[in-house]
């Protein structure tokens, strides 16, 4: 039977490859662990500074197996993985946050059902099969809305923005696979997230609440803590903390909310794992999103989740970001973080930096800006 906390030199499983498994890794290796990278991507960004690595699909469940075998305990760093290969890893080895957990978050309306009974708002929603049935759901929720799939989906992948029932048929026969799911237009002020980290005795803590803005529908920028009304930011941690209590979260998660024009917190989707919102925490923290993902998978001890400088972390997206390396990592005021990848494709996130200002000293765009340096551009939604 597996002990926990785990000893060092223990082995914790990653089953995906990509940049949050690298800094889990990289925040494992601090704490005394060897990581275990399981993924179809040869030369991944975790493999770089993981011990070991098995280059297989995620389907392959002999693979899978051999793996699990290989390892103490078992976690992930994205969502696009399968739960039926979760379910097979939890046979053979502990796999934190659970593969229960995972299937619900890859599925819109599971998702947003469970929201709702644990008492969190969202916008109006309805599940869509047939087109009588996104007929019947424009007529309740109205036009403007967003319909989109119920599965992978992500940086604004798999949904359509629909103005009229004419572009509702559009969407519906363009966008696979069914049911889908139509959602309400929110009169939309900002987006923020909250990252909480939750330990098998049920101890939990939440990071401070952060404003995300986007471009392309990619995370452009992140601001911690979120200038908006303090009484909004601890709403949003008391929301995200309740919600990994419902599930009984060992791990990490994220919780993704709109703030409309009324100042209300509508939740938009969960993430259990770390996440992109988070990389502030790597360098304005004591102990960063990675930090507490790795305690809480590992059994140990969970520390507060607690900022000691305010900060801007900006993601490095494709190839015009990323020729300016040379720049950025010349520039005084920011913390480069770039992820190993070869390839530098459009809308791909090859890195990200942060920039601090002291506690409580988040200054405006202006400041912002003059921080950013080489990266300052158009401020995204500033």
């Given amino acids: 039977m597996m002990r926990f906390p785990l000893a060092p030199n223990a082995t914790i499983g990653i089953v995906g490859g990509g940049q949050l ?13 060897r990581c275990h990278v399981f993924t179809p991507e040869p030369d991944a960004p975790a493999s770089q500074v993981a011990s070991v690595t098995t280059l297989a699909d995620y389907d392959d469940h002999a693979a899978l197996a051999r793996f699990a075998d290989q390892v103490d305990v078992i976690t992930f760093e994205f969502e696009n993985v399968s739960a039926e290969g979760l379910d097979l890893l939890a046979e053979r080895r502990p796999v934190r946050p659970g593969p229960d957990i995972l299937r619900l978050s890859q599925d819109r309306i599971a998702e947003k059902s469970f929201l709702n009974q644990a008492g969190v708002r969202t916008a109006a929603w309805a599940a869509v099969t047939t087109p009588d049935e996104l007929r019947d759901a424009i007529a309740t929720i109205g036009l403007p809305a967003v319909l989109k799939t119920t599965r992978l989906g992500y940086d604004g992948k798999g949904q359509a923005l629909i103005r009229t029932e004419g572009e509702a048929e559009m969407a519906f026969a363009l966008l696979n696979p069914k ?40 995370l452009d920028l992140t601001l911690a803590p979120a200038p908006f009304d303090p009484e909004l930011r601890r709403e949003a941690q008391e929301m995200a903390l309740r919600v990994a209590d419902r599930l009984g979260l060992i791990g ?109 000293a988040l200054p405006g765009a202006f400041g912002i800006a003059a921080a950013l340096g080489p990266l300052a551009g158009e401020l995204a939604g500033s």
């Avoid at 498994?21 to 662990?33: I, P, V, W």
């Fill in 179 to 218: 049911p889908l799911i139509l959602e309400g237009f929110i009169d939309f002020a900002c987006e923020c997230s909250v990252i909480v980290a939750r330990g098998g005795d049920g101890a939990s803590t939440a990071f401070d609440t952060v404003e995300n803005r986007h471009r392309d529908h990619i």
């Fill in 21 to 33: 498994g690298r800094m889990s890794a990289m925040a494992a290796a601090r704490l005394g662990y």
């Fill in 252 to 360: 990490l998660m994220a919780v993704e909310f709109f703030v409309d024009a009324a100042g209300r917190l509508l939740a938009n989707e969960i993430a259990p794992r770390p996440h992109n919102s988070g990389h502030w925490t790597i360098d304005a923290c004591p102990a960063s999103q990675f930090e507490l993902h790795i305690r809480a998978v590992a059994g140990l001890a969970l520390p507060q989740a607690i900022r000691h400088s305010d900060a801007v972390m900006r993601n490095l997206v494709g190839p015009a970001d990323i020729a300016l390396w040379p720049e950025i990592v010349a520039a005084p005021r920011l913390i480069p973080h770039h992820y190993g990848k070869t390839a530098a494709r459009e809308g791909r996130k090859l890195g990200h930096v942060t920039t601090l200002f002291p506690h409580g």
